[in-house]
């Protein structure tokens, strides 16, 4: 049982360049979760995910794009990488069958973009 | 709309000082959940506690304790005869029954000095 995954744990980016986020949970959580990470700033929900085939913006949405087609795979997708992203991602998953369940983290993705 | 405060950005004590961390939270709902995470230094999240809205209990664990004050909104976190390695960030986070969505306080980061 590995929990919440993250690939990859480190990335650097040219400024325009894209990229793809992979986070994979094997608990069989209907909701996942990616929120960003900066100084001073605690952990932003960037989107969402309650089930497979959907997704819903969070807080910091912009610049970002996900998809869902799998319910053990949440996917982040960066466009056109910017300064302004570079940070650290989290996924989460947790599951709806018991109310107020805590969210399981993955390890996290370093991304910095030059 | 729902909020987490942690006003406390750094704290400092030397090894076996008690420490306490402080969480406010805002909320209209009557059902919530609060939690606490605990980020070390090589960076993934660690669930720590949660308490639902309509147990105001505290709780022990160890030399960890709670101390959840509804009259105050408040989830304070207190750790007794601090060590080296509970230096780390911690954050207090707040769910609602009913929403997908978890707000999360930006941090305290604490370091415990040998």
């Known amino acids: 049982n590995a929990g919440v995954t993250q690939t990859p744990k480190f990335r650097v980016l040219k400024t325009g360049q894209s990229m793809t986020l992979l986070c994979a949970q094997d608990?069989?959580?209907?909701?996942m979760y990616w929120y960003r990470q900066d100084p001073g700033m605690g952990l932003r929900l960037i989107h969402y995910?309650?089930?497979?085939?959907?997704?819903a913006k969070g807080e910091v949405p912009d610049g970002y794009n996900v998809s869902r087609l799998k319910k053990q795979n949440f996917l982040l997708g960066l466009e056109s990488a910017a300064p302004s992203q570079t940070s650290v991602y989290f996924c989460?998953?947790?599951?709806?069958?018991?109310?107020?369940?805590?969210?399981?983290f993955g390890p996290g993705t370093r991304l910095l973009v030059l | 709309a729902q909020k987490v405060t942690q006003a406390q950005t750094e704290i400092s004590v030397v090894e076996k000082e008690d420490v306490t961390l402080d969480c406010v939270y805002e909320?209209?709902?009557?059902?919530?959940?609060l939690f606490w995470y605990k980020q070390p230094p090589s960076g993934e999240l660690v669930f720590l506690i949660r308490?639902?809205?309509?147990?105001?209990q505290n709780e022990i664990s160890g030399r960890y304790s709670w101390n959840f004050q509804k009259s105050t909104s408040s989830f304070n976190f207190t750790i007794t005869a601090s060590q080296v390695v509970d230096s780390a960030v911690y954050f207090c986070?707040?769910?609602?029954?009913?929403?997908?969505?978890?707000?999360f306080g930006t941090g305290t980061r604490l370091k415990v000095l040998a």
């Open positions: 989460a998953s947790t599951s709806p069958t018991s109310i107020g369940e805590t969210q399981y």
């Open positions: 608990m069989n959580h209907e909701y």
């Open positions: 995910s309650v089930g497979e085939g959907t997704t």
């Open positions: 909320t209209r709902d009557t059902t919530y959940y």
């Open positions: 308490r639902n809205s309509f147990d105001e």
């Open positions: 986070a707040l769910t609602r029954g009913g929403t997908y969505k978890y707000i």
